[in-house]
Every structure is written in structure tokens, then in C-alpha cells.
């Protein structure tokens, strides 16, 4: 877990500022829940490896009996924070009454996972989630797409794809190929990787289960053939953004005409295609509708997705940098209440935005160079700080940020303070200048020093 | 721990706004630290009852030897952060080379503590921390005053008292009264009662102590004497600045000749007097002028102080409600690191904060009956839904915010559920107002519908 200094927060602060403005926009609202959760609400909603990495905090006073204890769960009544999904779900299935019909939620607080920290990963970091509750309609998906799309664009990254598939599509796939549903899963662990290991590791992998008939493994062959290698999703040039609809477009469409001859009538490939043209048209108008791609490969981990589900990447030749992913989630909210209310949601990973923002010199120079203060005041003697103080305050009422040094010093030494720190400005006050009512200003990028009256200080240095 | 629904976060947000805004304009930076942090890290800086209240964290994995465990510090490595200045001091001793020579930072987090919840007391609360690190100069203290009387003010608090006692005026006082030192302090957590339980109140918890000479008590009560009662502390006028700095400016004097009387030539009160006196000096040409109040009683419990202690309290007839306190504790980074680096810092209670404010309805209009959006966009049916998805993102472009009811419904409905959210506006988009690229646009508060030309929508709900 990391420290963030103010060169840090500044950056984090900008691009969450920037999510704030546009989910805002649209007419999200914020949502803050406690970073310690009850442990049963944790337990059981991420999967046997989701379990392990919970945070678990030790029972207090007397409900610690360690004598009796035997297992973990007696040690233990409250956890972390795990994600923010599981927290908007219980809030909702508790408090549905002091909600509006359909919520429209996001969220940015940090989540905890004891996870082994590598490159990049860490146990403590941030999850920006965005979630309507309350309706089944595909607006929800379109209204989603929309907004973080917008936010990528403000946030100046252009070349990026909505990766889209569906749940029901790929439960069709599976079940067009025969495979048992209790394998479902596994199957798909493996077609979510083809990326890596290619169409031919898919099926080797599937072999070595030793499982699966031949006849679906060779039907799964099929399945992968209908699809687009990763590097003909991704988008080459920035700003030609019909080009890249159109391009899209007909690729999309050449997909789906693929994926209807290999579904045939399968139920549940009907649903997910019908979906997925529903998702593609809605979105048509909106600003996420040249990054639309659909991409039946993707899988996604988390086992509480029911509809559509959705990945962003950062385009790269052959390769998907993931910014965030999501997807529908009708079943879950169910989990804490009587009653099933549909939603669906989407998680952008702050880390990696500011991660490749950095990397890519993106951050606007304010951000990037941004300093404490817009000048220094210096102190002359012991019987001057008041003065000194005076001044701040003034040039404070005047709007600018100052920061004074702190004691009576050589003046040599404030002025290299001041250097260290970076503040453009310095104001020595000394004794003739007080005599005066004048301040001298010193310019710390040109060296050049002035001496103005002291009311006209704050003027000079906004407008130099 | 509470759940923050949208109306919550948009006061803490205004309130948090607020104190950045000005903390920022001293110059101070903003830092962050992990929620976790190793348990030995925590442990010993908060006296025994501290400890206690420290949430700690399972060990996970193989670090879990729950057969051989015997105690608590067996089964934990990890604690959830208690307070911010710990971390504070933990950052400064081992960052220092990347921070500035005076690193003046704030910081704006939740800490936990596992105590029993009460009204207005939570396990998981917010502090809002500000501290100067690296100097002894009281220049520190008086920047410190300067700045949350500032934020005070700015928040629409009139009323309010900066409380200011030091250690060393404490300790002389102790001394002259010839208390043994190991009996300090359970004295002056006595001393610290006096407002509620009286100057004979103190002398009597005294004498059932049993080990306090009758000598010593009496002199304690002469140094009691020697202080006002808090209900002539107070300030009674709102707006009359000069009058409240000359009252308490000679309330201050007059106290401190009592004391200096009192303390005769001991060094250590010496030193006390001296740095209050230096204190009020810079004070007095910043904004927290007409509220520094001398305090003789004040203690608070923290055993890491060394010099000024301070505490802020609104202003209430016959009784103090504390808004937040500090101090100098140039002892506590030594701790952590070979050096001794000085260090003074404020802390304020932001839960409090909200509480009186939402109380005496000080919020602006605009934060406390925020909506979730300027417009609602109706969808007509199924196939204009897109039509209505573009309408949006053309309001959006405008600058407004924009919610879209997420699925064709009926019209009556639709309007039902936008006046449940309090929007101010709703965009009719029919098939005539399609046909005629115009929209109908229902102002919610007085119930008039008007047909403007799709272009025209954004500035007329922005100026109506």
C-alpha cells in the first residue's frame, strides 16, 4: 500500500475530477459506503480465490474467544472492502425506499484485496464505478457506454475500443457445442485467453481436460473462427472518427453474421444477438459510437454477470490494455433483499488511467508542474513576522495561494527555500520596504526583482 | 459506519471544498496515506485505551498460525488507521528527502476506531488534518490559528473561540504546586474538568486520589482561581470584531498576570508564558485576531504534546462544543526516525462540522436541495429511444446535466418519476416534436410547457 504525495493526489484529483464532471453530466449521483463491510457480506460473492484475498478484521474485546476459536470465521466478524459492487447491492436491497425508482450511482473509493502486490498492482487502490439500478432496458447499457467513453476522450485518450459481448450469447455458443453446462465455466476461462495462446491453445487446452468430447472441441474451433483477431479490432488512426465507425461498423455486422450462422435458433444466442444489435444501435448517437466492438471472447472473471458484458482496452497493435470492465447484473441485489432488481454497471481502474496518462506526458502542465503556493513571503527580523503575516493575509484576500517561511532566517536561505519548493514568487519585506509600505518582488524564474507598493502586489503577480 | 447517500456526500463535499480551498491558500499540500498500516506502527501512540481501540487485521494465509497463537499480536500484523498524525510522523521520518525542508501538508481521510457508537460518534469518521513539519518557530502555530479561523469563517461560523494553553505553562503550574511528576497526569485530566464539574469539583476528585498533598491541592485551587469561567469566555456579538478582540485581548492580559504571579520565576511556566504571549502577538494580524483565547484548563489527552495546545470551540452560553484541537508534538517523528524533527498540527472534526451546520441550516440552497440533474429526456417508444439518447448528448454539449428515464414508458409516468427527483425540467420528445426537429419542454415547478426549437433548449432551461 502506498503513500500519496501532493504531486500524486494533484493527478488523482484531476482525473477523478474529470469523472465526477461528466458522470454528473449524467445525472449520476455520488455514493460513499464504510470501508469495513460485515464479513458474511463479503463471503461468497467473489468466488473461492475472491474469499482468500479479504481483508479480515479481528473480533474486539470479548468476542474474541481464542481459546474456543478454530477457524478463521471465529476470529472474525468484519472485512474490507472488496469491491464497491457488493456494497451499492446491499445498500440497495436495504435502503430501496430512500432511493430513487432507478438509481443512477457512482462511486470512487479505494478497495483492499491481499493480493501479492506486483508492478502496478496494489493492495489498496481506488475502483471508479458507475452503476443505474432498476431497469432491465438497454438504455442503461447505451447510457454507460455514453459516459465513460465521454470520460476517456475528456481525459484525452482517443484510441480506445468498447469491447461488448453477452452473457446469453455465449451460453448459446456453449450449449450450440455441446458442452455440459458444469463445464461451462472452464470453457470459457480458456476462450477468454485466446488473445494470448491463440485459437489452436485454446483448443489444446480443452483437450488436455480430457472432458470434452472431440466433436465440441471441434465446434468450439468453429465458434473461434467466426472472430476477428485482436489486432483488426483495434483503431490505427485518432481522429478520423467516421473512418472508424464505418470501419467498426461493417466489422461488427460481418461478426454477427458470423455468429447468427453459428448459433442458428439457439434460445439463448438469440437473446444475446438481439441484445448486443440493440446495444450497437442505441449507442449510434451517442459518444461512445465508434468505439463500439463486439468481441465474443470476453468472458469476464466476476461469476455475477447475467447480460451484456463490456471491457474497455487501450488500442495497442496486438495487444488490450484493460482501463475497466463491467457488465449486467440482474441477480445480485437479489442476494441481500426479497426482491430481484436489475442493473448493470462498470468499474474504471483509476491506477492504470494515471499509470499511462503519466507515461504519456497527458497530464495538463498546471497538473504535471503544479506548485504550493504562487509566492513566498520572506521574514526580515523577529520584530517584523507580524508584518510578514499582515502581508499574506492581504495578498491571501487578494486571491493568491502564499505560503510565508516559517522563522527569522538569512535572507539567502528563504530565497533557496523558495527555489526548492518551486513557487514562482518571492516578497521580501524588509525594513526599508516596511518604512515605505512597499514589498520587493522578486521573479524566480528570471531572477529579476521589483519593488511595488504593497497594495499592488497581488495584481502583479497574477498579471505579470 | 454509515452508508453517505448522494445528499450527504454533496455537504461533506461543500464543507471539504471549503477547507481545501483555504488550507491551500497558506500553502499547504495535500497528502494521503493508506487506510492500513502495520499494526507495531500504531501501537504505543495512543495510551492504553487507544490500543484497545485499534482495529486489527487477520494475518492471512500461512502468516495464520491459529494452533500456536496466544494472543491478539499473534493473530494480527495489520491495523486500520487510527488518526492521521501517526501516519503523518511515519511519512516524515521516512520520506524526508523527498518532502521540502517545511512541509506543510493537510490531509483528509476516514480513520477508524472500535469504539461503542453513540449519537454523533462512529466507528468510521472523517478528520481533517493540518500540520507544519520542520520548524520550531511560532510563526507555525499562528499560521495554523490564521488558517482554521479562516475556514470557520468561510463556512458561516461566527461564534467560535480558539482555545490555547501550552505544556510547559501546564507543567510549571504542576510544579509550583508541587504535584510529583508521576501524578501529572491524572491532575490535569482533573484540571481539564473544570468547566463541568467546577473549580471545588476538581479540588475534591483530588483529595479522594488520597496521594495529593493538602498543601498541593490548595495551591491548585489558587492556580483554578487564577481563570475565568468558560461562560465569560465566550463571545456573545456576532459581528463586532473589534469590540470581541479588545474583550478578550484584555481578558487574555488580565489572565496572564494572574498566571505569571502565580508561576513566579519557574522556567518551565516561564517558557509557557513567553510562547502564549508570542502567540497572541502574530495572531493578531490574521484573521483569527478577535478569537485567540487564553486557557489555562485546557490539557486534552494526548500524551504526544510538547508546546501550544489548542482547541477550537463554538461559542455557546455555559458550554464548549469542540470543533477540533491540536497542537506542537515536536517528540512524536523522532519516534519513528533517528532525528527530532518539530512538528505542530490541527485536526477538525468534519462530522461535527456537518451535524451543527445542517442543524442551524447554514448550507447554501444550492448544496442543501440539490438535484440530480438540470432536465430529463422522456423516451417516447422503442423506436425513438436513439432519438432521445442524441437529444441528451446535444443538452449535454450544452453544459447541462442530463438524465435519460431509461425505457419507453407512458408519458404520465415518466413526468411522475422526474418530479419524484425534484429535476426542474423534462424534455417531451414526441413523434410531431421529432417530425419538426422541436422539443416540448415542461418547467416542473410551475407546470408550463412550452415548444422550443431543438437548438434553443439548453439556453432556455439555463435562463428561463
Known amino acids: 500500500m502506498r503513500d500519496f504525495l501532493p504531486a500524486d493526489i494533484r493527478k488523482r484529483n484531476y482525473v477523478i475530477g474529470i469523472i465526477k464532471e461528466v458522470y454528473e453530466s449524467y445525472g449520476f449521483e455520488p455514493l460513499e459506503t464504510p470501508a469495513v463491510e460485515n464479513l458474511e457480506t463479503l463471503m461468497g460473492k467473489y468466488g473461492d480465490e475472491g474469499n482468500q484475498l479479504v481483508f479480515k478484521i479481528l473480533k474486539r474485546g470479548e468476542k474474541l474467544d481464542l481459546e474456543n476459536a478454530t477457524n478463521e470465521s471465529d476470529l472474525s466478524d468484519l472485512a474490507l472492502r472488496y469491491d464497491l459492487t457488493v456494497p451499492l447491492a446491499r445498500v440497495v436491497a436495504n435502503k430501496k425506499n430512500e432511493l430513487p425508482k432507478f438509481f443512477k450511482r457512482y462511486q470512487i473509493q479505494p478497495v483492499w484485496r491481499a493480493d501479492r502486490p506486483a508492478k502496478g498492482r496494489f493492495r489498496e487502490f481506488y475502483q471508479c464505478d458507475v452503476d443505474i439500478i432498476g431497469s432491465e432496458s438497454m438504455v442503461v447499457e447505451a447510457e454507460l457506454c455514453s459516459a465513460f467513453a465521454e470520460v476517456l476522450k475528456r481525459l484525452g485518450f482517443n484510441r480506445f475500443s468498447i469491447l461488448l459481448n453477452h452473457r446469453e450469447l455465449l451460453f448459446g455458443a456453449l450449449e450450440v457445442c455441446g458442452i455440459p453446462s458444469d463445464l461451462h465455466t472452464t470453457v470459457l476461462v480458456s476462450i477468454d485467453k485466446q488473445d494470448k495462446i491463440g485459437r489452436n491453445g485454446v483448443l489444446d487446452e480443452l483437450r488436455e481436460k480430457g472432458n470434452i468430447s472431440d466433436e465440441s472441441i471441434q465446434k468450439v474451433g468453429t465458434f473461434l473462427d467466426a472472430m476477428y483477431p485482436i489486432s483488426d479490432v483495434y483503431s490505427e488512426s485518432v481522429d478520423a472518427t467516421e473512418n472508424e465507425f464505418n470501419r467498426r461498423s461493417s466489422m461488427n455486422q460481418a461478426l454477427l453474421r458470423n455468429l447468427r450462422t453459428f448459433l442458428g435458433d439457439n434460445p439463448s444466442g438469440t437473446i444475446g444477438l438481439g441484445a448486443l444489435e440493440t446495444i450497437l444501435r442505441l449507442t ?181
Open 284 to 464: 449510434e448517437n451517442t459518444p461512445a459510437r465508434e468505439k463500439m466492438t463486439v468481441f465474443p471472447n470476453l468472458a469476464r472473471g466476476l461469476s455475477y454477470y447475467t447480460g451484456a458484458i463490456l471491457e474497455i482496452g487501450l488500442d495497442a497493435k496486438d495487444f488490450t490494455l484493460s482501463l475497466g470492465g463491467g457488465g449486467r447484473y440482474d441477480g445480485l441485489i437479489g442476494m441481500f433483499g426479497k426482491e430481484q432488481i436489475p442493473a448493470c454497471g462498470f468499474s474504471l481502474g483509476l491506477e492504470r488511467i494515471i499509470v499511462v496518462m503519466d507515461e504519456r506526458g497527458m497530464f495538463p502542465p498546471e497538473i504535471a508542474e503544479s506548485v504550493p503556493a504562487d509566492v513566498m513571503v520572506t521574514i526580515w527580523s523577529e520584530e517584523t513576522v507580524g508584518e510578514s503575516l499582515k502581508l499574506a493575509a492581504e495578498l491571501r484576500k487578494g486571491g493568491l495561494r502564499v505560503t510565508v517561511y516559517p522563522e527569522a532566517d538569512k535572507l539567502g536561505k528563504q530565497i533557496k527555500y523558495a527555489d526548492s519548493i518551486r513557487v514562482p514568487y518571492v516578497c521580501v519585506l524588509g525594513e526599508s520596504e516596511l518604512a515605505e509600505k512597499k514589498v520587493t518582488l522578486k521573479n524566480m524564474k528570471t531572477g529579476e526583482q521589483e519593488t511595488c507598493a504593497r497594495t499592488a502586489v497581488a495584481d502583479r503577480i497574477r498579471t505579470p
